[in-house]
């Protein structure tokens, strides 16, 4: 078996436990495999072993690689993206992590409207404050989420977090809690058009806490792919 199988099989067999001690169905956790800087015949390898959603993050790099390997597997954008690269997303993308301000929004808005789609996404929230990370503050989330409902061409799926590195996997816990009772009560306001049904937090080194505590879109790179180059 080449080591992109096994370490998918092994991932496989993480998410069915930690879903099975939290007496969560593992159907509802979906494992993206984070395909940046993985060159096009790994991809297609993790494809042919039953990946069916890929994680990228540069929209430059997407292009290329979705042109390569097609969409006969799902593309979510999972890194920052700015306004003037929203004109590119809609040929390449199913679902956008990484929307955090309302310009953002209104410009994915505009676009959709152009073309005649609504576009899926999620909303990036920044828990830890940590000034480096991209996402709405959690005390403007809510306010956030209010106003692009009010969108017509953009469809409010759920959350996003991104949590500070930590070799220690407990670490992260915290703000996987804290998402998951953000968008507990964010669906609690039965906000219209709001559906917030998909939690996506978790990668290589905490998806198992992600999962106890409710994730169902996992991002995992360097647990299927190995090491990144810098
Ligand atoms: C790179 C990346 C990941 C995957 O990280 P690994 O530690 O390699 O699993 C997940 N989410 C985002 C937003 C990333 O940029």
Redesign the pocket.
């Known amino acids: 078996m080449s080591d992109i199988a096994e370490n998918l099989e092994n991932i496989r067999g993480r998410i069915r436990s930690a879903a099975k001690r939290v007496g969560r169905d593992p159907h509802d956790i979906k494992l993206i495999a ?1 395909t ?1 800087t993985i060159e096009p015949f790994r991809i297609k390898e993790a494809i042919s072993c039953g990946v069916t959603i890929c994680g990228e ?1 540069r929209i430059q790099e997407a292009k290329e690689k979705i042109g390569e390997i097609g969409h006969s597997v799902r593309w979510h954008l ?2 920052h993206l700015q306004r003037n690269k929203v004109k590119y997303i809609f040929d390449l993308f199913d679902l956008i992590h990484s929307v955090d301000t309302l310009p953002l929004a209104r410009e994915i808005n505009k676009d959709a409207q152009k073309r005649k789609k609504i576009m899926e996404v999620l909303i990036q929230t920044n828990l830890s404050g940590e000034e480096s990370k991209h996402g709405v503050d959690a005390k403007n989330t809510l306010d956030l989420i209010k106003e692009i409902s009010l969108l017509k061409n953009i469809s409010i799926q759920g959350l996003m977090t ?1 949590t500070p590195f930590s070799e220690n996997p407990e670490d992260s816990r915290i703000y996987y809690r804290q998402l998951r009772d953000m968008k507990e009560e964010i669906k609690r306001e039965g906000i219209e058009g709001v559906i917030m049904k998909e939690i996506s937090m978790g ?3 905490d998806f198992e806490v992600a999962i106890e505590e409710g994730a169902t879109l996992i ?5 299927i792919f190995g090491e990144r180059p810098n």
């Open positions: 984070v940046k993050n999972i890194g991104i990668m290589s080194g991002r995992v790179g360097t647990a």
